[in-house]
């Protein structure tokens, strides 16, 4: 079965920019959770969806947004970049929202310049 | 404020040693208890979830322990493998809306052979 897969791996974007970042979850997993992870502030939750539904939401501004389709797959996009936005942001899925564990992707490094 | 701290934040140990990684938590009401293993370059991989009524969780070489009563809980690794070269993060999961986790900086594990 094939895990959670991230796209891009890698990205360059400059300040003011958007960027939109996808997330596959394992095949028949329901729920996908969406964290940053910086050198400073360590793993932060970003939002949770479950059934296309946004579930929960960490402390991050309203640039940072977030869906999910039918299919399970998630989107997050960030708008008006700014250079504290670089980061790993990972993706990891779950059965459903109450399923004990989560794989965790490989991880999106977005640089901003 | 929930806040997860861990120690020590890097540990070198020789490659067959033991070693005890350390987790305190003021997440209240608590759910659960998670570690993760995280290698360089990767997403986190779960290692042990524990619940409240749970002291005492083993997964091969790792064997995580909880005292809920004192919020603390440890990580224990047998006999190092040089694979276990890592980051070790503690999560805390409250019980009020699941999703919402709360992250350790984690450890980092060096182990030399």
């Known amino acids: 079965k094939a895990g959670v897969t991230q796209t891009p791996r890698y990205l360059i974007k400059t300040r003011g920019q958007q960027v939109t970042l996808s997330c596959s979850p394992i095949?028949?997993?329901?729920?996908v959770s969406w964290y940053q992870q910086t050198p400073g502030q360590g793993l932060q939750f970003l939002f949770e969806?479950?059934?296309?539904?946004?579930?929960n939401k960490g402390n991050f501004p309203g640039r940072f947004s977030g869906r999910q389709f039918s299919n399970s797959r998630s989107e997050m996009n960030v708008s008006t970049l700014e250079l504290g936005d670089s980061a790993l942001y990972l993706c990891?899925?779950?059965?459903?929202?109450?399923?004990?564990?989560?794989?965790f992707g490989p991880g999106t490094r977005l640089l901003v310049l | 404020k929930n806040q997860v701290e861990q120690s020590p934040q890097s540990l070198i140990i020789l490659e067959g040693k033991n070693c005890t990684l350390q987790?305190?938590?003021?997440?209240?009401?608590?759910?659960?208890l998670r570690w993760y293993k995280q290698d360089t370059g990767r997403g986190p991989v779960s290692l042990t979830i524990?619940?409240?009524?749970?002291n005492t969780k083993s997964n091969g070489r790792y064997t995580a322990t909880l005292d809920a009563d004192t919020k603390q809980s440890s990580l224990h690794i047998t006999a190092s493998q040089l694979s276990d070269s890592a980051s070790y993060i503690c999560?805390?999961?409250?019980?009020?809306?699941?999703?919402?986790?709360?992250f350790g900086q984690g450890t980092i594990l060096t182990v030399h052979p």
């Open positions: 987790c305190n938590y003021t997440v209240s009401p608590f759910s659960n």
């Open positions: 969806y479950f059934s296309e539904t946004q579930r």
């Open positions: 524990m619940t409240f009524s749970e």
């Open positions: 999560v805390v999961i409250d019980d009020t809306s699941y999703g919402k986790l709360t």
């Open positions: 990891a899925s779950s059965l459903g929202p109450d399923q004990e564990t989560q794989y």
């Open positions: 095949s028949g997993h329901r729920s």
